[in-house]
């Protein structure tokens, strides 16, 4: 029996006087051929100066036919002029309607994932947007929707064969030791397991977890945390029947041979996954949110104030991003 085709991704523009329309129009240049398709949310005129076709749709089930000619387009214009690295606040509501507009549409199956160009924070503040970024907005335009396993949010750092989980994200590390709780670390992993065998088909996922301390702690003389707080937690991850490792030190965690044991890892504060996703693949490093009903990715990159209209910005990221989300998209539909 043949399935049939994915719908569209749906791809929120992101902040306008970002690299995100150059780089929308230069991931469709990629992907134009084999796809995944997707259909933007966002402002059509603003993505036909980047030299692209571009076409406005009235439905995302009319972008896959034409994806392959000109980027399909649900045409949600700015109400202000877009100038190239000065954000305009006047913009900041609808740029927060486009993800809205894009959740809503693979909430509904017309659209399969969500992928989301970057944003800039401080526009949407001050306009009084409420949430810390992407990801707990995501969160909060799902939370009633009935979701058959743990409910994240949880973020995925991707790099090649790389994909480290946060348990903490945007604390400072002052706070961190306070956050990284049994019961947090038992929610990540619980979150991280269902997805890999939900989003990346990983019948039995092997998941690694980061020490917080140097040397896991050298048996408490540099740190309990290890013994108080990880390795409960880890042997109540193993009764439960999730295959984890006990905590091992960071810095041998994630060299090529490492990386060959597990699935995922779970990092406890942002700079532990954040450095070696980049430094394996600083161009095209994606960002995931896991345990949520729709797939979403991004890339892991901000929305490049400096190099806006230049020229400059390299898709890289977004590509990756696109090709993720159609893939655990593809796992979710099989499944």
């Not at 295959?243 to 490492?258: E, G, R, S, W």
Request: hydrophobic share 50%; glycine share 10%; with cysteine.
């Amino acid at each position: 029996m043949t399935r049939a085709p994915l719908a569209p991704l749906a791809l929120s523009m992101g902040e306008p006087a970002g690299v995100g329309p150059e780089i929308i129009a230069r991931a469709w240049a990629a992907l134009k051929g084999e796809g995944p398709a997707f259909v933007v949310v966002g402002d059509a005129a603003l993505l036909r100066e980047q030299g692209q076709p571009v076409q406005a749709v009235l439905s995302a089930a009319e972008a896959p036919a034409m994806f392959a000619r000109a980027i399909p387009v649900l045409d949600h214009p700015l109400p202000a002029p877009v100038a190239p690295g000065r954000p305009e606040p006047a913009n900041a509501g609808t740029v927060a309607d486009w993800i809205e507009q894009a959740v809503a549409l693979a909430l509904s199956g017309e659209a399969s994932g969500v992928v989301t160009a970057p944003i800039a924070k401080a526009p949407l503040y001050a306009a009084g947007f409420r949430f810390p970024g992407h990801t707990e907005f995501i969160a909060e335009l799902t939370a009633d929707v009935p979701f058959a396993g743990t409910r994240g949010p949880v973020m995925m750092l991707t790099a090649k064969d790389l994909r480290a989980c946060l348990v903490t994200i945007h604390a400072p590390l002052t706070e961190v030791p306070e956050l990284v709780t049994a019961e947090r670390v038992v929610r990540t992993a619980r979150v991280v397991h269902e997805a890999m065998k939900r989003d990346f088909g990983i019948a039995t996922p092997r998941l690694a977890l980061a020490a917080l301390n140097p040397h896991a702690g050298e048996g408490g003389a540099i740190g309990l945390e290890e013994i108080e707080v990880l390795i409960p937690a880890a042997a109540a991850l193993r009764a439960e029947g999730i295959a984890i490792t006990d905590p091992l030190p960071a810095d041998t965690l994630f060299h090529d041979a490492a990386r060959a044991t597990y699935d995922a890892v779970l990092c406890l504060y942002h700079d532990q996954a954040l450095i070696p996703v980049k430094t394996l693949d600083f161009w095209g490093g994606v960002n995931t949110t896991l345990g949520l009903p729709v797939v979403r990715t991004s890339p892991d990159h901000g929305t490049g104030f400096d190099i806006a209209g230049k020229g400059l910005a390299r898709a890289d990221s977004l590509i990756a991003a696109v090709k993720l989300a159609g893939a655990m998209a593809g796992k979710r539909v099989a499944g």
